[in-house]
């Protein structure tokens, strides 16, 4: 499972699919200006989203 952790607070979070309770697994996506993202994936194809926030900045994943 990605846990993300913000490195300012400590605050950390698991996230899974409201569609089908995976654990949504980490990965990352280059946009078309060529920046690369951090996101979390749905295993069974169902979407994914940005990374979560914390103290107004971009929470890690440690794999």
Do not use: F, R, W
Not at 7 to 33: E, F, P, R, W, Y
């Amino acid at each position: 499972m990605a846990a993300y952790t913000c490195d300012k607070c400590g605050m950390s979070v698991n996230m899974t699919c409201g569609q089908c309770g995976q654990d949504l697994v980490h990965d990352t996506i280059t946009t078309d200006a060529g920046s690369t993202v951090a996101v979390s994936k749905c295993p069974e194809g169902h979407g994914m989203i940005k990374s979560p926030l914390c103290c107004a900045q971009d929470m890690a994943c440690a794999l």
